[in-house]
């Protein structure tokens, strides 16, 4: 079966394409070039937020009319009809199209188009929603780049959800992943943290890694050395010191500063594995690059814009409001912009890799930094940069506010993980206390619960983990998602398989069948995810889940489905339920959010 399938929208975008080309033999003028590319119909084919406006719109004879001397009504007359003399229209695709104001023109789809639509997504099964459009077309994605010696806290979460759900549904649609998690094992930071780790005894050193959170000892050795620096301000000087000597090759501090990074990198896995998130394709640190920055340095330095003063070197981008980058300090020591240029370079030379995007999913305080990135990489002449983007992402908080590893105000990953899955099992024993393997339904759950609560949200704002809310079987919540799809599991499960198997082409729909409402609430998934993969926006497919689970859980309540005496029509609902069901299920795994089939 061939993945790639057009789109309701795609057929309606060629219809409304035959019929422009149609008008040629009327002198119609075109107002400006045709766009051919049917996979991009956006901008020219609306969606109308009334229903009772047609599925799709079109305001193409308004625009086309002042260019030919017509009326907008006069233009879209003679559109509509040549719209009856194209395929699309013969075979069916629409019910009607209507004239609607000056020089709109509405399309509503026909039953047997949204029932054959509801054929194919059975047909597909969980393949539906996933096309080879981008095939061979490779894309980094780098999230979740956590810091070494120090834990994992709520802040880390969204990139590496925010990510993950960008990564699957750039995959789903043909694109060659590839992630990076690119975490922070370089830095002034390092140096601070051996200047206190260096001040204690043998037996203090050994007792942090002896403990049974080692990270979190190193953590608070750097908070507590971060107070101190406010009261002794030349201690940060000789932490600044330090790291020098560590990026010059000290052999001591090389020694104790791999002791972090294999202690943290122990701790990653299980919060990774907690949310789903398989291991990433490129495991590099910061330092990997340390080797190469030096003749990438002296590449920079060529570049325009580029000044050296000693042993410094920046960009001077004040031209383009952004101030000085600095790659290289006046004590010799490397920033994360050169770090960051090295690892971009790296990239487009790596003979395995053809990137045609690059994309970093980073929190929005650095956006002044990917700013300067991609000034300085369009000056030295870098072609990664015209496909590089920072993917903004807001805070995730709790009520608690805002977490800072420096001043040790943080909740931990599995803190957060071990308390939502308490919760979840506290409501799970209130409303199911009998089901069966609760703990494991609790612990899937309780990922849909942090998951769907902040993907959707659009990720370039902050919000507040509100628990009562996110807890909620009601509203826009993950466990109102996992209800609906177990809800509609649990009638096809009760269900003979033999009733499944209407094909709703053949099935003769009523006019304003309630049927129909839910047909057409799936006519648009597809060109969610295409839409949400290309933008990097998972909230919209959160959306579009949201309105067709409210609108499966209406259709449950008002009509009877295992209860229908007529067996023709039981039939027939049961297929619709079970294009929902698929429709709900796909659209979390494409989030990556578990589906749970029993609550």
């Not at 305001?59 to 194209?86: C, D, I, M, T, W």
């Not at 601070?192 to 007792?207: G, P, T, V």
């Not at 590099?284 to 050296?308: C, H, I, N, Q, T």
């Not at 993917?391 to 506010?401: F, I």
Request: with cysteine; aromatic share 10%; charged share 25%.
């Amino acid at each position: 079966m061939e993945m790639t399938r057009e789109t309701l929208r795609e057929r309606t975008f060629r219809a409304v394409m035959d019929a422009i080309n149609l008008l040629d033999r009327h002198g119609i003028v075109l107002p400006e070039p045709v766009p051919v590319l049917l996979r991009k119909p956006e901008g020219f084919l609306d969606i109308p937020s009334d229903p009772s406006n047609g599925d799709f719109a079109t305001n193409f004879p308004l625009k086309a009319a002042k260019h030919n001397g017509r009326s907008p009504r006069e233009l879209a007359e003679l559109f509509v009809e040549v719209l009856g003399q194209v395929s699309a229209f013969k075979d069916g695709l629409f019910s009607r199209v209507e004239i609607a104001g000056p020089g709109f023109v509405n399309f509503h789809l026909s039953s047997q188009a949204l029932a054959r639509h509801a054929d194919e997504i059975q047909e597909a099964g969980n393949a539906f929603g996933y096309s080879d459009l981008h095939q061979g077309e490779e894309v980094m994605l780098e999230f979740f780049q956590p810091n070494i010696a120090k834990p994992l806290h709520v802040g880390h979460l969204r990139s590496a959800m925010v990510g993950h759900a960008c990564f699957l549904l750039l995959r789903s649609q043909g694109y060659s992943t590839i992630s990076d998690t690119h975490y922070g094992d370089w830095g002034v930071q390092f140096g601070i943290l051996l200047n206190a780790y260096l001040r204690l005894s043998e037996e203090e050193r050994e007792a942090i890694f002896s403990d049974a959170e080692p990270i979190d000892r190193l953590n608070e050795l750097y908070v507590a050395e971060n107070k101190r620096i406010e009261e002794e301000p030349e201690l940060r000087d000789e932490g600044k010191a330090l790291f020098a000597k560590l990026e010059a090759g000290d052999e001591e501090l090389r020694t104790h500063w791999q002791r972090f990074v294999d202690v943290s990198l122990q701790a990653y896995p299980p919060v990774l594995d907690w949310l789903g998130v398989p291991e990433f394709t490129v495991q590099l640190g910061e330092s990997f690059y340390e080797s190469r920055m030096p003749a990438d340095l002296e590449r920079a330095a060529k570049a325009p814009g580029a000044v050296k003063e000693g042993d410094a070197l920046y960009f001077d981008l004040e031209d383009v409001g952004l101030g000085r980058c600095y790659l290289r300090k006046t004590d010799g020591s490397t920033t994360y912009h050169a770090r960051d240029i090295s690892t971009a370079l790296y990239r487009e030379e790596n003979p395995e890799w053809d990137l045609k995007r690059n994309l970093y999913f980073v929190g929005a305080e650095q956006s002044h930094h990917f700013r300067q990135l991609f000034e300085v990489l369009r000056r030295m002449e870098v072609a990664i940069a015209d496909v590089s983007e920072h993917v903004v992402l807001g805070l995730m908080k709790l009520p608690e506010g805002k977490f800072s590893t420096r001043k040790g105000n943080i909740i931990r990953a599995t803190e957060l993980f071990k308390e939502t899955e308490r919760r979840v099992l506290e409501v799970i024993n209130e409303k199911n206390p009998d089901l069966e393997g609760k703990e494991e339904t609790a612990q899937r759950v309780a990922v849909s619960v942090l998951k769907w609560w902040d993907l959707s949200h659009d990720h370039t704002t902050s919000f507040v983990f509100e628990w009562d809310k996110a807890l909620s079987f009601e509203g826009n919540t993950g466990p109102y998602m996992q209800y609906t799809i177990a809800r509609l599991g649990s009638i096809l499960n009760k269900a003979a398989s033999e009733e499944r198997g209407t094909v709703l082409a053949e099935y003769p729909f009523e006019e304003g069948a309630a049927e129909l409402v839910l047909l057409r609430k799936l006519v648009g998934f597809e060109d969610v995810v295409r839409a949400a993969a290309e933008r990097q926006e998972p909230h919209h497919v959160c959306a579009y889940l949201f309105e067709l689970a409210q609108a499966a859980n209406a259709y449950y309540t008002e009509v009877p489905v295992l209860k229908e005496e007529d067996g023709s029509v039981r039939s027939a609902r049961l297929s619709v339920v079970a294009a929902v069901h698929q429709v709900l299920s796909n659209g979390l795994t494409l989030l990556g959010i578990p589906v749970v089939e029993e609550m």
